[in-house]
């Protein structure tokens, strides 16, 4: 790389530079010692990112902790580690505000456009540690501030807040110092299962996804694998990934986590139809071994579209704890002239908030019971506005167990499960109740309900409707995943018409069987499927939500949510929704724009975004 001056516009962890959440102020590191976790909290915050001024096609990410590369990629797919500079080169005219975004709205935002927030614990093997020491000749030390700059420059990759309105912060790192906690293996699919016990025994720290990283060279087609549609569950939330350099290591931890929200490779024969917009090195999804992709194919946006209008992911719309979260422009906040740099940030005169959903575009809240995110299924429930807050609630979803779609289904995990559901995901086609009940009793690789070693399990005639999938009128290949062996085809003439029973096995990357009837999906009055067994719902063993003065589940007055807590409709209110609480009427000044220096601060705040955009 030319040694050369160049201005760069960078974004940390301080208010002064307008931080992009990466960290998170709940940030833990994790080592051991004598076999022992050690754990320590927060840490300086010294990681950087941004772009080369002029370049918007550069992404840069720098620290200024002594041992750390720095990365800076330009807009031909290249990444450059660079050295360090005497402090006295650097220039001070940092910018500390992003470009101005629209905020005219008179509705929620979509699922897909709210903004969403990835909380990812990244776990690194006793090798890579090694490794690690090795590169950057630094010795450990407990802050384990060495080993966060390469996975540092993978997640300040722009394309997941970008693209999918998904942040990625950085929540843990924890270290192995010692020994390796499970059996290293070649075979990612095995350390994969090995992880996710490991995440489900021993982690205790919060996190959407774990991911672990390892020196081994994976006997794999690719270098990372991960569970799909993963995210937010403790025992499939987790990922394995090759360590190696900055920028193949970007590509494999973006790959893994797109599997972890629901997005699927990209095939090579559906590839004019997915769109890429970068001809040149592809897209992050494509099968086809590109460099330094930067972009998701419309394939890929789609793909996360419909996981989150299915109603997953509703961890992602829980937002961070952050130490100082003012995620704002200038527009929208003023300076503390008592404090250089912005050491201390307020909000304007007469505004009650900076951003949010329930924030409206003249800094004040939205009245209570505003709806700021829609429900996206008969499982999901609407949320509001609290009336004091620019935030809009958790993202909660029915109980498991509530009917839904016209009672033809069960509610599990935020979707709605039916047969038919899964038959049109898998193969876009339908589902026969008779093909269950006369072939997964046979106990054949036309109907069964598992395998045991090399023998097909018959199903009991209770249990027939929870074993193998049996679809009609599907078509050759699957929607999703890919074929294990050959499809099952039997006719059936029943009541005078020709029935088509249908099924395959259909691997995901993780080895998941997607040919058989998935758990929560109903098998009869008040039962559903759990592991190819038709079982009584009461057998769940959830905790109840609080039952109103009239004997009922929150009286009636709302729904039971994943938390075994009330949500209660917009006129009720108290744990068990008995409460009568109409909305009052907001106040006159609600419609009025914050007043006095603020309004000053709009105009200005105008001005400066406009040349700051320009600028860069």
């Not at 982690?203 to 060279?217: C, E, P, T, Y």
């Amino acid at each position: 790389m030319v040694a050369a001056s160049h201005p760069l516009n960078l974004t940390n962890f301080d208010p002064c530079f307008y931080f992009s959440e990466l960290l998170s102020s709940d940030y833990v590191e994790i080592h051991y010692e004598g076999g022992k976790p050690v754990l320590s909290k927060g840490g300086e915050h010294c990681y950087y990112h941004g772009q080369v001024r002029g370049n918007d096609n550069s992404h840069v990410a720098l620290s200024t902790f002594v041992c750390a590369p720095r990365c800076v990629q330009n807009i031909s797919g290249y990444t450059h580690l660079c050295s360090s500079a005497p402090i006295d080169s650097v220039s001070n005219g940092f910018s500390p505000f992003s470009s101005l975004s629209g905020r005219q709205r008179d509705m929620p935002r979509s699922v897909f456009e709210e903004m969403k927030y990835l909380e990812i614990m990244i776990v690194s093997d006793h090798s890579m540690v090694r490794v690690l020491i090795k590169r950057t000749q630094c010795f450990f030390s407990p802050s384990l501030s060495f080993c966060v700059p390469p996975i540092h420059c993978a997640l300040q990759r722009q394309v997941f807040k970008e693209q999918l309105h998904t942040r990625v912060v950085l929540v843990a790192v924890e270290i192995w110092t010692d020994k390796d906690q499970i059996p290293i293996s070649v075979r990612p699919l095995e350390m994969l299962r090995d992880f996710a016990k490991y995440r489900q025994q021993s982690i205790k720290h919060h996190a959407d996804v774990v991911h672990l990283f390892s020196n081994v060279a994976f006997h794999y087609r690719r270098s990372s694998t991960a569970y799909f549609g993963g995210v937010c569950s403790l025992n499939r939330g987790v990922g394995v990934n090759e360590y190696g350099t900055t920028g193949s290591m970007a590509v494999s931890l973006s790959q893994s986590l797109a599997q972890n929200l629901g997005i699927q490779w990209d095939p090579a024969a559906k590839r004019k139809e997915c769109g890429c917009s970068d001809s040149w090195t592809g897209c992050i999804m494509e099968d086809t071994g590109v460099q330094h992709p930067r972009r998701f194919s419309k394939c890929s946006i789609s793909d996360y579209k419909e996981f989150l209008l299915k109603g997953g992911g509703s961890c992602l719309f829980n937002r961070p704890t952050k130490s100082h979260l003012f995620v704002v422009v200038l527009l929208f906040v003023q300076m503390d002239e008592a404090h250089e740099c912005c050491k201390k940030c307020s909000l304007a005169n007469g505004a009650h908030c900076s951003d949010g959903p329930c924030c409206n575009n003249t800094c004040l809240f939205y009245p209570r019971g505003y709806s700021c995110r829609y429900a996206v299924n008969d499982c999901d429930i609407s949320e509001t506005c609290s009336g004091d807050s620019g935030q809009c609630p958790p993202n909660l979803h029915k109980q498991d167990g509530y009917l839904c779609q016209v009672n033809q289904g069960r509610c599990y995990s935020g979707e709605c499960k039916t047969r038919e559901n899964q038959c049109k995901y898998i193969w876009g086609s339908s589902s026969e109740k008779f093909c269950y009940e006369k072939l997964n009793t046979e106990g054949t690789e036309k109907g069964n309900c598992g395998r045991d070693g090399e023998k097909w399990i018959q199903c009991s005639k209770h249990d027939v409707f929870c074993g193998y999938l049996l679809c009609a009128n599907t078509g050759r290949s699957p929607r999703i995943g890919m074929m294990k062996g050959e499809m099952t085809t039997t006719f059936f003439n029943h009541k005078n018409v020709q029935i088509d029973c249908s099924g395959g096995h259909v691997l995901l990357d993780d080895d998941t069987d997607l040919g058989y009837v998935e758990d929560g999906t109903p098998c009869g009055p008040s039962m559903m499927c759990l592991d190819h067994k038709c079982l009584p719902i009461q057998l769940l063993n959830m905790s109840t939500c609080p039952i109103g003065p009239n004997g009922q589940v929150c009286s009636a007055h709302g729904v039971c949510n994943n938390e075994a807590t009330c949500t209660c409709d917009t006129t009720w209110a108290g744990t068990d929704c008995s409460m009568p609480d109409p909305p009052k009427e907001p106040e006159a000044t609600q419609d009025e724009g914050p007043k006095g220096p603020s309004a000053t601060n709009l105009i200005i705040g105008s001005i400066a975004g406009a040349i700051l955009v320009a600028a860069i």
